[in-house]
């Protein structure tokens, strides 16, 4: 008998049962946490002579004070830059020259802070001063020692994430250089140093006005999120508003470490080659010196209820390009597996928007995400469509309707279903035997629900969803009242707003 492409997913789905494999996954596992409440989760595969290593910080833009927007981006940047032992040609120096400019910086800001009191002439020395004193303390740099000493001791797969509601770090060593990491993640964290932070938030500023400001994509994404949340510190770019970032300082970046960076604030996940006996005797030796101090609060402001379809126009491309997003609960809720399903049978290259849209000549591309920008609280669930030649964005906003309106009104196939479930699952089976990204999965799923094994019963709860579900959600959520469209108008055609006419409204 012939094995189609769907009975290839669904025997590989099959074949790996959660509630089977959680005990016999439980039994590499092993966890304790630092009387400071660090906690680590180590993960023993001895298949390969290395390790992955992975941090998380229960911290990102959405903890960003008001006024200081991209502050945990900054800090996260600062993070790689080294400690008083490693990317200095000199500490006593290079700390003396590092207090010196901040001094410099005081003066200045202290001088601007008058507003129209303020001295030009007398801000003008201030800042020549400032930038005298700021290079005098690069002077003392040794830029990218921290990676250097990474990868010249074996490490791959250096990563960076500022996300919008957490902040991970992460590298692969050889096993054999394990205490390498320990020293070197726990030294960060006990000895952190500011350097180089203006030449950093000077970066960033270049960055957004190259990325988010000169690109379609960033641009329209950027505006979907500020349209759609009127409240929410989802509404703001993770790499800050451009006029914060611009007077955001050291003292304010050494105020955010104090509060999130804190033991009982952060997950470390370890997978690969390490035994217990080894993991806990080096967490002691190393991050035991950590200070206990209690996690801190989480307060963001509630987002208020949306009453009607929000819209706005950014500009305008060749072709035209729309973002959509309906808001959607956060990854608690018990819809949150039956909207990761309602994604897998939308897009992808077996999705329906490839052949109801894409396919047909209708669009040029069109995908779903779930969850955007992040799931810790209320979201959107993402769409991205731009028109083929010859077609409106009013074009791919009718068919897009139609389709939500068939979820709406029409059990979805039963095979269509079966493959979006088996996708997940073929998609999750690969990430978890990925040491890597075992690494990155564990951490965050102990940080959002206090228990790695909620992972395992995600992908229960995503093969438990019904036809039934599908429709029950789509009504739920994709409503006018849970809309916004943000756009980039197509040149030369003066279109109306798209979705005035026809489709659901």
């Known amino acids: 008998m012939r094995v189609t492409g769907l009975g290839v997913l669904l025997c590989l789905g099959a074949a790996w049962l959660p509630a089977q494999n959680l005990s016999e996954f439980e039994k590499q596992v092993t966890e304790f946490t630092l009387p ?38 900054l800090v996260a940047r600062m993070m790689v830059k080294g400690t008083e032992t490693l990317g200095t040609r000199g500490w006593e120096g290079e700390k003396r020259a590092l207090e010196a400019a901040e001094q410099a910086y005081g003066r200045l800001q202290a001088e601007r802070n008058k507003g129209l009191m303020a001295d030009a002439g007398k801000a003008g020395v201030l800042d020549t001063q400032w930038r005298m004193a700021l290079q005098a303390a690069q002077s003392w740099a040794d830029p990218n020692a921290y990676t250097r000493a990474i990868q010249d001791n074996g490490g791959t797969d250096l990563s960076l994430k500022a996300l919008p509601d957490a902040t991970e770090y992460s590298y692969t ?13 726990s030294q960060r964290l006990v000895h952190p140093v500011f350097r180089e932070f203006y030449k950093e938030r000077g970066l960033v500023l270049e960055g957004h006005r190259a990325n988010v400001e000169g690109k379609a994509l960033p641009r329209v994404e950027a505006a979907l999120l500020a349209t759609a949340f009127e409240a929410h510190p989802y509404r703001n770019p993770p790499d800050g508003w451009p006029s914060d970032v611009a007077n955001l300082g050291v003292a304010e970046a050494q105020a955010f470490f104090a509060k999130y960076y804190v033991p009982a604030n952060m997950v470390i996940a370890i997978v690969g080659d390490m035994y217990p006996s080894g993991a806990r005797l080096l967490a002691d030796k190393y991050f035991g010196e950590i200070p206990a101090r209690p996690a801190p609060p989480r307060l963001h402001t509630e987002e208020p209820p949306q009453f009607g379809t929000k819209s706005a126009v950014v500009g305008a491309l060749p072709q035209g390009l729309m973002a959509i997003g309906y808001k959607r609960p956060g990854e608690r809720s018990r819809d949150d597996a039956v909207l990761d399903v309602i994604q897998r049978l939308l897009s992808g290259r077996t999705g329906i928007l490839q ?36 077609h409106t964005l009013d074009d791919v906003q ?30 999750a089976l690969q990430r978890l035997a990925n040491n890597a990204d075992l690494a990155a999965l564990l951490p965050a799923y102990y940080a959002g629900y206090g228990d790695w094994r909620s992972l395992f019963r995600d992908l229960d709860d995503s093969s438990k969803v019904t036809a039934e579900a599908v429709e029950r959600v789509a009504i739920k959520y994709f409503t006018p009242e849970n809309r916004t469209v943000v756009y980039l108008a197509t040149e030369s055609r003066g279109e109306a707003l798209p979705g005035r006419t026809g489709g659901q409204q």
């Open 398 to 427: 009718n068919v897009l309707n139609g389709v939500l309106g068939q979820l709406q009104n029409r059990q979805v196939n039963g095979e269509l279903l079966a493959r979006a479930k088996a996708q997940i699952r073929v998609g």
């Open 173 to 185: 060593l050889p096993s054999n250089k394990a205490e390498l990491w320990f020293l070197l993640e």
């Open 36 to 73: 400071n409440g660090l906690h680590f989760i180590l993960v023993e595969r001895h298949d390969a002579a290395v390790i992955a290593f992975h941090t998380y910080v229960k911290a990102g833009p959405v903890d960003d004070p008001a006024g200081q927007t991209g502050l945990a981006n």
């Open 355 to 390: 052949g109801e849209l894409v396919e047909k000549g209708i669009a040029q591309f069109a995908t779903a995400q779930a969850t955007f920008p992040a799931g810790r609280d209320p979201n959107l669930f993402l769409f991205l469509l731009s028109p083929a030649p010859g």
